[in-house]
T-cell receptor, first 119, second 114 residues
Framework: GAGVSQSPSNKVTEKGKDVELRCDPI?????LYWYRQSLGQGLEFLIY????????KSGLPSDRFSAERTGGSVSTLTIQRTQQEDSAVYLC?????????????????FGNGTRLTVT | AQTVTQSQPEMSVQEAETVTLSCTYD???????LFWYKQPPSRQMILVIR??????QNATENRFSVNFQKAAKSFSLKISDSQLGDAAMYFC???????????FGQGTRLTINP
């Protein structure tokens, strides 16, 4: 079946513009995560959804960042008034159930990410 | 807060040989999970191996094994019989028991020389 799908694959935007990044998780996966990977760095947690609720949004770096999830499926990460330091790869992941990152039987599935470049 | 450190930004190994990637972490918790993820150029993160902190036995998955030293807070990855397809970025990650997020190290770029 299809994996986690993210769009666009690449996005170039001008400083100050708003951008929306989309994540289509695997069908039936209730948990959804957003991570950010800056150049040469590891992944930085942004937000976690269980269904349409976000019990943990502690990683969002500023109020310019927001995310929503509708229908327990698609999620959109929005960055308002983009800055150059927002340039990074934004990765989405989903799992059948929470805590499944620890399970081989229900592992965390990652998408291929969106590379955002703010000029 | 927990931190994960990978002290080797880059490593290289000859094909068919063995290589060990290092990872240390800092935590005051006793129950947690540790992971190694592989990231090829496609950017997709792939789970390689995982370890539960309460298990003393080191995890093994085919050519991949770990050396988990809980007291030393060390979690190294050994890749045996290295193959060209093993070339990628490798990330060590930590997850607290009951938490959802993973805490990642900075990564190690592994090159396989033919």
């Amino acid at each position: 079946g299809a994996g986690v799908s993210q769009s666009p694959s690449n996005k170039v935007t001008e400083k100050g513009k708003d951008v929306e990044l989309r994540c289509d998780p695997i069908s039936g996966h209730t948990a959804l995560y957003w991570y950010r990977q800056s150049l040469g760095q590891g992944l930085e947690f942004l937000i976690y959804f269980q269904g349409n609720s976000a019990p943990d949004k502690s990683g969002l770096p500023s109020d310019r960042f927001s995310a929503e999830r509708t229908g327990g499926s698609v999620s959109t990460l929005t960055i308002q008034r983009t800055q150059q330091e927002d340039s990074a790869v934004y990765l989405c992941a989903s799992s059948f159930r929470p805590g499944a990152a620890s399970s081989y039987n229900s592992p965390l599935h990652f998408g291929n990410g969106t590379r955002l470049t703010v000029t | 807060a927990q931190t994960v450190t990978q002290s080797q930004p880059e490593m290289s190994v000859q094909e068919a040989e063995t290589v060990t990637l290092s990872c240390t972490y800092d935590t005051s918790e006793s129950d947690y999970y540790l992971f190694w993820y592989k990231q090829p150029p496609s950017r997709q993160m792939i789970l390689v191996i995982r370890q539960e902190a309460y298990k003393q036995q080191n995890a093994t998955e085919n050519r991949f094994s770990v050396n988990f030293q809980k007291a030393a807070k060390s979690f190294s990855l050994k890749i045996s019989d290295s193959q060209l397809g093993d070339a990628a970025m490798y990330f060590c990650a930590y997850r607290s028991e009951g938490a959802q997020k993973l805490v990642f190290g900075q990564g190690t770029r592994l090159t396989i020389n033919p």
